[in-house]
């Protein structure tokens, strides 16, 4: 039996960590694999049982190290503690590094999944499979240089888009027989039976979920809500954890939207809410993918998202199935959720059919392959 070594970097609720999961699920039907997880979160480790229970799984960057980061972010006003915070932020790279490198020369494998793009080029070969997640950005030569060395080092290139496939193709042609489109992918049914979870909600609401960053641009989200809830009944409900939560959280209060928006928290099971609300919105400033939109779209639920590089836009059909806007205009997304809301059908029936295109059922087939090519 090939052994494949897979290597993700959480077990925190995101939608990477999630699809990385899946991978080892698929995976581990077929063959012998082993899980190397960059962070232990402790208690963090929402994603834990996941696992399933004949991978084999470690840590290569220690709790400890995890725990000191965690702990000083929250406090990097104080200078101390943003000095502590660095500190501590080199001595995980510095450890990750140093660990994953030994552990890769002491193991035995057929395969390496490096799913988030970040093992050291020194420990990669033509057994290695990387993974892009998001657009490539401006592209100075010191990133371009590293991405060459990491490309001619690998077997196989994998990037979750067309989008992105483009734009890979278009900066580094000479990787074309080694690039391969491979869409996320979903257990739509397993959505279905969560989504089946009572919960307590007093309005209608429009549902925005994502990690708490600056990246997912909530702020404008916000803004754009401000400006139009004394046009719709909806509330706003945004489900999610992450180093701006405070941030978001001051700034409802600071604009006295608390009433009407309101923070539901990190939420291990976020379907219930999908499957309740009125309308879905995404407003980041960037994306690898896009994943929750496919997950409301399932549940038959109109979007309104940014056309933000690189997943949106191909997801909904360039508009077909659901409002695009510019990203930070938070005007257009305010008549945007309006325009949503009046529509006849909070029901649509075309987006659960783009859904399924990415079901997990269509996507198996092409992960195996990566074996057997």
């Excluded at 980041?284 to 409301?296: D, I, P, Y």
């Excluded at 059922?361 to 057997?372: P, Q, S, T």
Aim: net charge positive.
């Amino acid at each position: 039996m090939k052994k494949i070594v897979f290597n993700t970097d959480s077990l925190i609720l995101g939608g990477a960590e999630k699809i990385a999961l899946d991978y080892v699920a698929i995976l581990s039907k077929k063959y012998e694999v082993e899980l190397l997880i960059n962070e232990d979160n402790g208690a963090g480790n929402k994603l834990i049982e996941s696992i399933p229970k004949n991978v084999k799984y470690r840590y290569v960057v220690s709790k400890e190290t995890i725990e000191k980061i965690n702990r000083y972010r929250d406090k990097k006003k104080n200078i101390l503690y943003k000095i502590l915070y660095s500190y501590f932020l080199k001595k995980r790279r510095a450890e990750y590094k140093k660990n994953i490198v030994q552990i890769l020369k002491d193991m035995e494998y057929d395969y390496l999944f490096d799913f988030y793009c970040k093992i050291p080029i020194e420990s990669l070969d033509q057994r290695a499979i990387t993974f892009l997640h998001s657009s490539l950005g401006e592209l100075k030569d010191k990133k371009r240089k590293e991405l060459q060395k990491r490309f001619d080092a690998v077997g196989k290139i994998i990037v979750v888009s067309d989008s992105l496939k483009n734009e890979v193709q278009k900066n580094f042609k000479e990787y074309n027989s080694k690039l391969k489109r491979i869409y996320n992918f979903f257990d739509f049914k397993k959505l279905k039976e969560l989504s089946k979870e009572k919960i307590e909600y007093e309005k209608k609401y429009i549902l925005a979920c994502s990690r708490l960053d600056k990246n997912k641009d909530l702020i404008t989200l916000i803004k754009a809500f401000k400006s139009i809830e004394s046009k719709v009944e909806e509330s706003l409900y945004i489900v999610g954890d992450g180093p701006e939560y405070k941030n978001i959280n001051n700034f409802i209060k600071e604009n006295r939207c608390e009433d009407k928006v309101k923070m539901i928290g990190q939420q291990s099971n976020p379907y219930k809410w999908m499957k309740n609300c009125e309308l879905f919105v995404h407003s980041s400033k960037r994306e690898g993918f896009g994943m929750v939109l496919v997950e409301a779209m399932s549940f038959g639920k109109n979007v309104v998202a940014t056309d933000c590089p690189i997943g949106p836009s191909e997801i909904l059909g360039e508009g077909r199935y659901g409002e695009l806007v510019s990203v930070g205009d938070w005007k257009k997304l305010g008549e945007s959720l309006v325009i949503s809301l009046e529509k006849k059908s909070r029901f649509n029936e075309d987006n659960i059919d783009r859904a399924l295109e990415f079901s997990k059922e269509n996507i198996e087939e092409e992960i195996y392959n990566l074996i057997g090519e």
